[in-house]
């Protein structure tokens, strides 16, 4: 079946270093979505992808997507303490009407 | 203000005793669904509802029930809870094929 990997599982930082997280799929996506989660909350919504080779960028967070749209990543510059929780990608299985699978997440620690 | 609520937000409970965590969005969402959360597993799909009267299996189903008789509400049930449903777990809804937002979360305790 579909399965969806995402590198490091954690990763430590210093404050203001750089941080980016990889997401890989087993299959071609219609598109990708990425959530943060902070510790003890519920994950929240941070960007879509759909086009091959699309790049987004929110302050800090840079979101890229595959030539192949097979893989995503996020990078996060200058790192700061609020970035501190765990950065999911999620994917739908076929289409926007179906089931979603999201990735084991890639949980990053910032130090002051 | 939209919001997704789900109750209770904590539950200790003992095997095999019938339970059932509500979920209720405000938003007029077709999509909704339920995860758990286990450590070093992600958040695993459980059950979804393209709409009202419309759920299909995610990748978790077993031991769990959902039904989608109003848009707004998608009650998860466990009608014999064991131990290893001890999770986290969350309810989320969306338009289709878009952002996807979620609630507070339920931990659940079965001994």
């Known amino acids: 079946g579909q399965q969806v990997m995402q590198i490091p599982q954690y990763q430590h930082v210093q404050e203001g270093e750089d941080f980016t997280t990889y997401c890989n799929s087993s299959t071609t996506l219609s598109n990708i979505q990425w959530y943060k989660q902070r510790p003890g909350g519920h994950p929240v919504f941070l960007i879509q992808?759909?086009?091959?080779?699309e790049v987004k960028k929110q302050k800090r967070l840079t979101f890229q997507f595959g030539e192949a749209k097979k893989n995503s990543s996020l990078h996060i510059t200058a790192t700061q303490t609020t970035d501190v929780g765990t950065y999911f990608c999620?994917?739908?299985?076929?289409?926007?009407?179906?089931?979603?699978?999201f990735g084991p997440g890639t949980s990053l620690s910032v130090i002051p | 203000e939209a919001q997704v609520t789900q109750n209770p937000r904590y539950l200790i409970t003992v095997t095999g005793k019938k339970l059932t965590v509500t979920c209720s969005q405000n938003m007029n969402h077709e999509y909704m669904s339920w995860y758990r959360q286990d450590p070093g597993l992600g958040l695993r799909q459980i059950y979804y509802?393209?709409?009202?009267?419309?759920?299909d299996k995610g990748d978790v189903p077993e031991g769990y029930k959902v039904s989608r008789k109003e848009k707004r509400n998608f009650p998860l049930i466990l009608e014999s809870p064991s131990p290893n449903q001890t999770s986290l777990y969350f309810c989320a809804s969306s338009f289709w094929g878009a952002e996807q937002y979620f609630g507070p979360g339920t931990r659940l305790t079965v001994t």
């Open positions: 999620a994917v739908f299985k076929k289409t926007s009407y179906d089931k979603v699978i």
């Open positions: 509802s393209m709409n009202v009267e419309v759920t």
């Open positions: 992808l759909v086009k091959s080779g």
